[in-house]
């Protein structure tokens, strides 16, 4: 690998470089936690989410079959009329949790209120489907509501492990093996330097030692 | 103030949602639904139950609201027989999160 381009071999590029090696290597591991953990926190939500689902797409579907028996029967201005007055009033609230610093919802229900009898309309003019389908859709909903919560986090937590996998990946397998190769071109760019100043060196001092020979082997004739 | 909730989806399934106080906002073609989708998530919706037919038709919506934790948009089926959407959403998050499905490799 040809390391990160071209780097100027001197001192205070290897030592700029050793640093950044060792930031490297310290958030490469924290990247690496904080992905095991979410992983560990993902398997766990998403067992669950299917879970939930799973019993919803059961319920919900007996629930919205038998509403489409109760619209059959009825004529579309008596449904209208029954169904103008909600039978439930939910209040939730809302707000964010952080689970390893994704900001997943947390919707919690404050309320629901239940108006008297669990219909809003009169019977006379309504079908029975539509009493028991609005009876599973109101056991149904505080179940609805939490499966968005999980389904939501779910997605959340799932595109942010992707992220941190490309980030660990890109730390572990590109920036540090580049660091560790510039690293590798400056010292040995540096110990080279210094062996062909040591030889200049030496050879100086051999040309300077035959000379001053020479010299006194001239004197002594 | 906006409804919390709101069902968008052929008016068999959604019309009873109302009768449970969400906003329900019966839609027939994938153009009205992005509309009304819209809408609901500027105007602060944060549950939108979107029934099957449409989720599917409308994956780029969909995709745009993902990132951000309000409003979740849910698929939810609607008549007899559930299309296994949201079971396959889910199925594609873990394999996005893990590499490979390994919690639900046996039933799918």
Do not use: W
Not at chain 1, 15 to 33: I, N, Q, W, Y
Not at chain 1, 41 to 57: D, G, P, S, W, Y
Not at chain 1, 156 to 173: F, P
Not at chain 2, 3 to 12: F, H, L, R, T, W
Request: glycine share 6%; proline share 4%; net charge neutral.
């Amino acid at each position: 690998m040809a390391g990160l381009g071209n780097i100027k071999p001197t001192r205070m590029e290897l030592s700029r470089l050793k640093k950044r090696r060792v930031t490297a290597v310290r958030g490469h591991k924290l990247l690496k936690d904080k992905r095991d953990e979410m992983i560990r926190r993902f398997v766990v939500m998403a067992r669950e989410n299917k879970a939930l689902r799973e019993q919803v797409e059961a319920r919900l579907s007996g629930a919205l079959s038998e509403f489409m028996l109760a619209r059959a029967v009825m004529s579309d201005a008596a449904m209208e009329q029954a169904l103008m007055v909600p039978a439930r009033e939910v209040t939730l609230s809302f707000s964010t949790q952080n689970v390893m610093s994704v900001n997943v919802p947390s919707i919690s229900v404050e309320s629901i209120s239940n108006v008297d009898g669990g219909v809003p309309y009169g019977f006379a003019f309504t079908s029975p489907e539509l009493d028991g389908a609005i009876e599973t859709l109101a056991e149904l909903l505080p179940e609805l509501i939490r499966l968005a919560e999980a389904e939501k986090a779910c997605s959340m937590l799932a595109d942010e492990i992707e992220k941190t996998r490309r980030r660990v990946n890109a730390l572990e397998y590109v920036m540090i093996p580049q660091i560790e190769e510039s690293i590798r071109i400056i010292t040995m760019k540096l110990s080279e330097n210094e062996r062909s100043n040591q030889t200049r060196l030496m050879k100086t001092k051999d040309m300077l030692a035959a000379r001053d020979a020479a010299m006194m082997a001239a004197q002594a004739k | 103030m906006p409804k919390q909730m709101a069902a968008i989806g052929g008016a068999d399934a959604v019309l009873g949602f109302s009768a449970l106080g969400l906003d329900a906002r019966p839609v027939d073609d994938a153009q009205t639904a992005e509309q009304v989708i819209f809408e609901l998530a500027r105007a602060g919706t944060a549950i939108i139950f979107v029934t099957e037919e449409i989720a599917e038709q409308i994956p780029q919506t969909l995709q745009r609201y993902a990132a951000q934790p309000y409003p979740a948009i849910i698929p939810i089926p609607s008549g007899l027989q559930s299309k296994g959407l949201g079971l396959k959403q889910l199925k594609q998050n873990v394999e996005k999160a893990l590499g490979a499905d390994i919690l639900f490799g046996k039933e799918g």
